[in-house]
């Protein structure tokens, strides 16, 4: 066993998201989300779930900032609820809304804890999605406005914001493939949101540094390696088109000023949306990158738009099926500080579900906690390769409503009893709290 310390100063964390786990959307003036609403369209959810509670963490927001003090947790990421300060998305404000996030952001503070914010984490007032939501250009500005009001309240005191969560799942699973709100099927629209997202981030952004506030602000990119299942130049290829599509199609604009020319090729028509200096507002507009890592894609040549075929790689799996390969991790990071201009990194989601059982009042969730040490310590890794990585927040704080997969996913570090909203430490939230106050892990490997 070696001993991995981290750098001083290194940001361990946990994750939540705001319609994952505060219910009651609508309550004391708050408005409906397209996550509302699709999530009570039949069909849409695994076993009908809704977030209408979720976890309550609406009304037992104490309770659960008790559980972050017995912790010892000094970085907390969740996000905002748009709806719920704005109900219709632009307009009359919800005062009650602001105050919700008010109250907690101050105790987060008393409680020793630093607040990550993100703006938008998938939940898109219902009203604006009847405008067109993100496949309307005007969103650009009504999520500005909404930043501009949330950066007004908060920004004295949260000095790190993220401004969209993972826009390839905004784009590719809600407005392509339709399995996530709004449950849209149209390829083209889906790369036209992709640069609204890009645009709306950036003038978000904008609107921050006008203030003159001192904190940092950037974005969360979901993202894997697209390893080639061969040495053959044909799936070699077709890793790259994947990449390109995965991950390049939202990198790229950010830190480079362009898109991938192989999806400027391939989409001609929908880059009509493209408007003159897009690009130049887009560029430079990252005070830190943050990435959310959960598997890597293996890539073979295929068929289809891009022309390939995913495989399933040798790695051990987690209860969502996905492959566990901490060296994608260590990977993605090298190749973000070798093929791009230098920029901070967070690591702002790394987590796994397993089936978790309650057993004499305790959860003995071993596999998270292999999960967890393999994955910082590729991070650890990545560090001494030269990576600038500054933190490493775990996904998630407590099990929740995992989006089309309702409640029948556990990815939390606190066992949740959904009938009785009891919440019950895992043996993973016991070691994570020690690796916290160590600033490191013990690993063998």
């Known amino acids: 066993m070696t ?22 959307s609508t309550a004391d003036g708050g408005g409906r989300s397209i996550w509302d609403h699709f999530a009570h369209t039949e069909g849409t959810t695994q076993d009908g779930d809704t977030a ?9 927001w104490r309770e659960d900032i008790g559980l972050m003090e017995q912790l010892g947790l000094k970085n907390y990421s969740f996000s905002l609820a748009w709806p719920r300060i ?8 919800n ?53 501009t009001i949330a950066f007004a309240r908060l ?8 401004t969209i969560n993972e826009p390839q799942v905004v784009a590719m699973l809600g407005h392509v493939g339709g399995q996530h709100a709004p449950g ?17 981030h950036a003038e978000a952004v904008s609107r921050y540094r006008a203030t003159g506030q001192s904190g940092q602000i950037g974005i969360k990119l979901v993202m894997g390696p697209a390893d080639p299942a061969s040495d053959q130049p044909a799936d070699i290829a077709a890793a790259g088109r994947a990449d390109a599509w995965g991950s390049r199609l939202f990198l790229d604009p950010l830190l480079r000023g362009s898109y991938p020319d192989i ?13 003159p200096g897009d690009l130049e507002r887009i560029l430079d507009s990252l005070d830190f990158l943050g990435i959310d890592y959960y598997f890597r894609s293996v890539i073979a040549e295929g068929s289809g738009q891009m022309g390939v075929k995913h495989l399933r790689g040798p790695g051990p799996r987690t209860a969502m099926d996905w492959e566990i390969w901490p060296q994608g991790l260590r990977d993605l990071l090298l190749r973000l500080a070798r093929d791009y201009p230098p920029i901070p990194l967070y690591v702002m989601e790394s987590g796994a579900a397993f089936e978790d059982t309650l057993e004499g009042g305790r ?60 919440r019950i430490l895992k043996d993973s939230a016991l070691w994570y709290r020690e690796v916290m106050q160590r600033g490191g892990l013990e690993f063998e490997g």
């Not at 949101?193 to 645009?199: A, F, I, R």
């Not at 999806?263 to 408007?275: K, Q, T, V």
Request: aromatic share 16%; glycine share 8%; charged share 20%.
């Open 263 to 275: 999806l400027l090729e391939r989409f001609p028509e929908a880059w009509s949306c493209i408007h």
């Open 155 to 162: 920004g004295d005191r949260v000095q790190q914001w993220v």
């Open 184 to 200: 849209l099927r149209d390829l083209w629209g889906g790369l036209r949101v992709s640069h609204h997202l890009m645009l709306a």
């Open 86 to 93: 704005l109900p219709q998305g632009t307009g009359r404000l």
């Open 363 to 422: 959860v003995h969730d071993r596999a998270r906690q292999e999960y967890l040490a393999s994955h910082l310590a590729a991070a650890h890794q990545a560090i001494a390769q030269g990576a600038p990585l500054q933190g490493y927040f775990v996904w998630s704080l407590m099990d929740n409503f995992e989006w089309a997969y309702g409640y029948a996913k556990r990815f939390g570090l606190i066992y949740v009893d959904y009938p009785t909203q009891q």
């Open 3 to 24: 001993f991995l310390r981290f750098p001083e100063g290194f940001r361990f964390g946990l994750s939540t998201s705001a319609h994952q786990i505060e219910g009651y």
């Open 52 to 60: 209408d509670v979720a976890c309550d963490h609406y009304h037992r």
């Open 95 to 147: 005062p009650a809304g602001l105050d919700f996030y008010d109250r907690l952001v101050d105790r987060l503070l008393e409680a020793g804890i630093a607040p990550t914010a993100t703006l938008y984490h998938w939940d898109l007032p219902v009203a604006l999605q009847q405008l067109g939501g993100w496949l309307n250009r005007s969103v650009v500005d009504w999520f500005a406005d909404y930043a």
